[in-house]
């Protein structure tokens, strides 16, 4: 574990100060436009339905197998804003454990799929509850 640990801190500089990362060069933790106006909070908030996919294709991606490899773990705890026919708005990371798992994550919301809210049975834009994203460090 050690000379791999060694290998990928050769490979990759700015791991060390969490800098230098492929996968983080897109992190950005709050990418909503200034200004945006308050929402009222819907009846039935908006639903994540992909999970399964998404997670598929977290484990199958670089920046899983760098983290996984590299022994760290953590959470990322993200809100994302989703119109009323269910697209993806903008997302605000509340928490993170670490900063490489975020940009991991955030990798991933092109392929996020979610249900509207709704307001009084009616599809309406909306906060999803805050989303805990992670991957438990023994997973093989």
């Known amino acids: 574990m ?3 640990l060694i290998f990928l801190l050769v490979l990759f500089p700015g791991l060390a100060a969490g ?7 897109a992190r950005v933790l709050d990418n909503c436009p200034e200004g945006l106006p308050a929402l009222p909070q819907p009846d039935t908030l908006p639903e994540w339905v992909n999970k399964s996919e998404v997670a598929m294709a977290m484990m199958r991606g670089d920046g899983f197998a760098f ?12 809100r994302f804003l989703i119109d009323a026919q269910g697209a993806y708005v903008c997302h605000r990371v509340t928490r993170e454990d670490h900063p490489i798992y975020t940009g991991v994550y955030l990798d991933l919301v092109p392929i996020m799929r979610f249900a509207p809210g709704k307001q009084a049975g009616a599809p309406a834009a909306g906060w999803t509850e805050e989303l805990k994203l992670r991957v438990p460090c023994g997973i093989n």
């Not at 983290?67 to 993200?78: D, E, F, V």
């Open 67 to 78: 983290c996984r490899a590299a022994g760290i773990c953590g959470a990322t705890y993200i």
């Open 19 to 25: 800098q230098g990362l492929p996968f983080m060069e």
């Open 2 to 4: 050690k000379t791999l």
